[in-house]
């Protein structure tokens, strides 16, 4: 059994099928690519994933860990073991990011029943993740995303995602707006946490990121559907083809 299901899921919002039977699983050890042009779903899909109250289930479940999270609350799948990296991660001024990751940290240690993190444990814990993905130390005293560059903002969401040792992390188009040495510095980070404990579903339309973080599984998408799937062979190919020929073979997928 994988660590996430996604069982023929169909989505609405604002009253438009958005997704339309949608099959997908990722388990720990696992690192999956879903590609796709943009207005395929990828993002929909994601925000579906972790629970967005803005995207309506009309058919299909979400299955995390064996267990149906189809109803759950975006902080029961968090506490479960799911993380999102955000397109555009959100402000929050007046809370730094280390005070941000100590709460984070202590709202998954009271799910599991423990008690909350001193803080020589914390910084110690908080020092070792800053010091492997190479994070300043000033960098944790700003405020949560606010004045942040674009590269600083995903370098903070693969902070927290380091920190809080998910079992499965989405990664929305995580490569958007990023530099070349932004990138390489964001998949040099996520390679780092790759292992058997971590399964990965990084979401982009372009190759870029996959020439610095090898996938496991390749999955496209078009109209709402997963219409390919295949090796990182299959990411070669849209690179040098791009995706003409997917609608090509999928012309009942191309939307009138």
Not at 78 to 94: C, E, K, T, V
Not at 112 to 127: C, Q, S, V, W, Y
Request: hydrophobic fraction near 40%.
């Amino acid at each position: 059994m994988a660590d996430l299901e996604i069982q023929n899921l169909h989505v609405d919002v604002e009253g438009k099928e958005i997704l339309k039977g949608v099959d997908l699983t990722v388990s720990r050890g696992e690192v999956h690519a879903l590609m796709g042009p943009n207005g395929s779903g990828k993002s929909t899909l994601a925000n579906t994933i972790l629970g967005h109250p803005s995207y309506e289930i009309t058919e299909g479940k979400i299955v995390f860990q064996g267990k149906d999270v189809t109803e759950a609350e975006p902080d029961e799948r968090a506490r479960a073991g799911l993380f999102m990296a955000f397109q555009y991660p959100s402000a929050i001024p007046g809370v730094s990011v280390v005070n941000f990751l100590r709460t984070a940290i202590n709202a998954h240690r009271k799910a599991r029943g423990e008690d909350p993190i001193n803080l020589k444990d914390f910084r110690k814990t908080l020092e070792q993740h800053m010091e492997v993905l190479g994070v300043d130390r000033e960098f944790t005293r700003r405020y949560l995303n606010e004045g942040f560059s674009g590269g600083e903002k995903k370098r903070c969401e693969i902070l927290q995602m380091a920190i809080l040792n998910p079992l499965v992390a989405v990664m929305d188009e995580t490569d958007s707006g990023l530099d070349i040495d932004a990138l390489r510095v964001v998949a040099n980070a996520v390679n780092t946490m790759r292992g058997p404990d971590l399964g990965v579903l990084i979401i982009t339309h372009y190759q870029r990121i996959l020439g610095y973080i090898q996938p496991d599984f390749v999955h496209i998408m078009l109209n709402g559907r997963v219409v390919e799937e295949g090796g990182p062979e299959l990411a070669t190919q849209l690179e040098s083809k791009g995706y003409e020929w997917v609608r090509e073979k999928h012309p009942d997928e191309v939307p009138a």
